[in-house]
Structures are given as structure tokens and as C-alpha cells.
């Protein structure tokens, strides 16, 4: 239906901060899926989280710094322009109608994946994008008996076929197992540890100069 390389991943997230588990998983879909690019897009107002720790300039600003030597991953600010909580299938409808009939990747940890039935309107995410689960460290479920099984007809097992139709697929990916997480690295940052090797160095400078997350 379309050239592969049009098919564009979304990753959200708070990414409070970001870090090189997010950067590695969108490599691997990337890559695996054979997308064009991937979209990450911060989530001004979180519905899940009360709250987040560096402010929504920062967050963005840490982004930007992360992303800024690869030409495939771009920030989008969308959700930073839309006023009130930061809705995912908002945003998918947004993209949608920016994007046209391409093959749309929305791509989640499986943590993410797991608490899929608290989003808003979950069940109608699927009719704007593909679902790739990215296997996070810990997990061993199985999609198809989750959700009374609600995405059992919608699995594949061939990463291709997600370039058949711009959405209502779901595929699982082993990404290489990083037990990295934004609370880890805050963690460490409070207690005044390194965070070298788990953000990319300029991120870690950047994080140092505004003294963030120091508690
Ligand atoms: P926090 O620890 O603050 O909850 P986080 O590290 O999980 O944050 P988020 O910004 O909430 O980061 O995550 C954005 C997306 O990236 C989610 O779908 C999450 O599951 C996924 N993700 C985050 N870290 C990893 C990782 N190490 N491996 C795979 N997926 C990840």
C-alpha cells in the first residue's frame, strides 16, 4: 500500500527525563519495522502522573538536546499546543488527519501496554495506528489473553504486514532489555550520583548546568 519508509513510529512519554532505554527502542522499531522516522512526542499534561518532576520547558528542552544528532527522530510538540490533559487518541487524530492514510506506529513499553484500559477512549486507539509493544525487562505476558482479549484478531507476527494497511495491527518486539527508567535516573540524580551511560552525554551536561532533579 505504501513505501515502508513512509510508516512513522510515535513514542510519548513524559520523559522526565528521556533516556537511552527510549532512544534505544525507537532505534530497534525503527529499524525493525522499517519505519521512516520516529516522532517523540512529550506529553504537556500528563493524565497518569500527578505531576512531573523537571517542569514542561525543561522536559522538552531535554529532548531536544537527546534527539538532536539523528535526523530520524524528531520532537513533535503538539501536545504542548493543545490546551488541558494530554490525551493519546487526541493526539492520534491530530496525526491522522497532518498525515493521511499512511501507516501510523504508536509505539509502547509494555508497562504502557499493560495499563492500556485506563486511557481515555483505549478501545479506539487501534482505529488510528498500529500498536508495536516494546518488551521492557520483567514481562512476560501475552497479548492476545489481555483485555478479555480484545486484540487477539489484531496480532501479527510479521513486522511487513504492518505495511498493508495504517492501522489496526498489534506486534510485540523483544527489544534488547534495558532496565533503564526516568525514576531510576532521578533517583540517582537526588542522591547526587552519576547519570553517564544512561542518557546521552549532552543530555547529562544539560541536566548538570540546570541542576535539575537534584531534590
Ligand atoms: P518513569 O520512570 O518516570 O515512569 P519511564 O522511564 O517509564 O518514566 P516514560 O516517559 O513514562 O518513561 O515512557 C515513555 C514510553 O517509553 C513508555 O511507553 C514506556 O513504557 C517506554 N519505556 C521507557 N523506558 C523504557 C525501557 N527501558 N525499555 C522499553 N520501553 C521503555
Excluded at 32 to 37: A, D, F, I, S
Aim: proline share 4%.
Amino acid at each position: 500500500m505504501t513505501e515502508s519508509n513512509q510508516a512513522v513510529g510515535i513514542l510519548g512519554g513524559t520523559f522526565d527525563p528521556v533516556h537511552l532505554g527510549h532512544l534505544r527502542i525507537a532505534q530497534e522499531v525503527l529499524d525493525e519495522v522499517k519505519l521512516g522516522k520516529v516522532l517523540f512526542i512529550p506529553c504537556a499534561e500528563p493524565p497518569h502522573k500527578s505531576g512531573t518532576n523537571a517542569d514542561a520547558q525543561h522536559r522538552l528542552g531535554m529532548l531536544r538536546v537527546a534527539l538532536r544528532s539523528n535526523p530520524l527522530f524528531q520532537v513533535d510538540e503538539r501536545e504542548y499546543a493543545r490546551k488541558g490533559v494530554s490525551y493519546t487518541i487526541d493526539t492520534l487524530e491530530s496525526l491522522r488527519l497532518e498525515l493521511g492514510d499512511i501507516p501510523l506506529c504508536l509505539i509502547l513499553g509494555s508497562d504502557s501496554f499493560l495499563s492500556l484500559e485506563t486511557w481515555h477512549r483505549w478501545k479506539d486507539l487501534i482505529h488510528y495506528c498500529h500498536l508495536i509493544v516494546a518488551v521492557r525487562p520483567g514481562w512476560s505476558g501475552d497479548p492476545k489473553t489481555l483485555f478479555n482479549g480484545f486484540f487477539k484478531g489484531a496480532l501479527v507476527e510479521c513486522a511487513d504486514e504492518l505495511h498493508q494497511q495504517s492501522g489496526g495491527l498489534v506486534y510485540v518486539h523483544q527489544v534488547t532489555q534495558l532496565d533503564i527508567s526516568a525514576t531510576k535516573i532521578r533517583g540517582f540524580l537526588r542522591q547526587g550520583r552519576s547519570v553517564r551511560y544512561l542518557v546521552p552525554d549532552d543530555l547529562a551536561d544539560y541536566i548538570e548546568q540546570n541542576q535539575l532533579y537534584r531534590g
